[in-house]
């Protein structure tokens, strides 16, 4: 066990220098709405969405219905339909531990795996799990940190959430240099520009989602041949 968790703590050393700071904010514009703490402990621990929690704190602020922040959720974390298809296979097999694992699937989370290989004596069930749960560490940290002190702090967060975009540029390189076809990235890549520029940064992202999803499956037979 030992070795699995040394393992996930080397994999996900740069999640967590995106999410402890990045939770951090989090909190500190929870506790700006009035709410402290335990709010941000609660909120990380069941809701556990990253930019999702950051659109939560406006509608708490605006005392939004149920049913706008249910729609509003859907369409922010719909991109997680796509990254679960991916791990349905690999997550049947985990037991007790499946519930936990599709919870806690995020961005980053999901790029750590897709890229983790560990070395042969090591689990792979295992090291995805406490991948897994150290990422959820990671954000529940930050988000109580950033709730506690927020107030006692005075720090300009402007541009922080740049550490995010930062985070996504490691772990593609990672994989880049990890993967022998380069051809799913490239998809991606060329798949998110397109999108950009037709439907703008606010809608592209979903829209790439599903075009990069329908041309890898296309093209499924070549890559796994190439493979």
């Given at each position: 066990m030992r070795r699995e968790i040394a393992y996930a703590l080397r994999r996900t050393a740069p999640v967590a220098c995106g999410y402890i700071f990045l939770g951090m904010a989090f909190g500190i514009l929870l506790?700006?709405?009035?709410?402290?703490?335990?709010?941000?402990?609660?909120?990380?621990?069941?809701?556990?969405?990253?930019?999702?929690?950051?659109?939560?704190?406006?509608?708490?602020?605006?005392?939004?219905?149920?049913?706008?922040?249910?729609?509003?959720?859907?369409?922010?974390?719909?991109?997680?339909?796509?990254?679960?298809?991916?791990?349905?296979?690999?997550?049947?097999g985990m037991g007790r531990r499946f519930p936990y694992m599709v919870f806690s699937l995020t961005d980053e989370t999901y790029s750590v795996l897709c890229s983790m290989d560990p070395p042969e004596g090591l689990d792979w069930n295992d090291c995805a799990f406490y991948a897994s749960l150290l990422d959820h560490a990671y954000w529940v940290i930050g988000s109580v940190l950033g709730a506690a002190l927020g107030q006692a702090i005075p720090v300009d967060l402007t541009g922080i959430d740049f550490s995010m975009t930062a985070l996504f540029v490691v772990i593609f390189v990672d994989q880049w240099k990890q993967f022998p076809s380069h051809v799913p990235a490239l998809i991606g890549l060329v798949c998110a520009v397109i999108a950009l520029l037709l439907f703008g940064p606010d809608n592209f992202l979903l829209i790439a989602l599903i075009a990069a999803v329908a041309i890898l499956v296309a093209l499924r037979g070549r890559l796994e041949e190439k493979a």
């Amino acid at each position: 066990m030992r070795r699995e968790i040394a393992y996930a703590l080397r994999r996900t050393a740069p999640v967590a220098c995106g999410y402890i700071f990045l939770g951090m904010a989090f909190g500190i514009l929870l506790n700006e709405e009035g709410y402290g703490p335990l709010w941000a402990l609660a909120s990380s621990l069941f809701v556990y969405a990253g930019s999702m929690q950051f659109v939560m704190v406006s509608l708490l602020a605006a005392g939004a219905p149920l049913y706008t922040v249910a729609v509003t959720t859907f369409l922010v974390n719909a991109r997680h339909i796509f990254y679960g298809l991916g791990f349905i296979e690999k997550y049947r097999g985990m037991g007790r531990r499946f519930p936990y694992m599709v919870f806690s699937l995020t961005d980053e989370t999901y790029s750590v795996l897709c890229s983790m290989d560990p070395p042969e004596g090591l689990d792979w069930n295992d090291c995805a799990f406490y991948a897994s749960l150290l990422d959820h560490a990671y954000w529940v940290i930050g988000s109580v940190l950033g709730a506690a002190l927020g107030q006692a702090i005075p720090v300009d967060l402007t541009g922080i959430d740049f550490s995010m975009t930062a985070l996504f540029v490691v772990i593609f390189v990672d994989q880049w240099k990890q993967f022998p076809s380069h051809v799913p990235a490239l998809i991606g890549l060329v798949c998110a520009v397109i999108a950009l520029l037709l439907f703008g940064p606010d809608n592209f992202l979903l829209i790439a989602l599903i075009a990069a999803v329908a041309i890898l499956v296309a093209l499924r037979g070549r890559l796994e041949e190439k493979a």
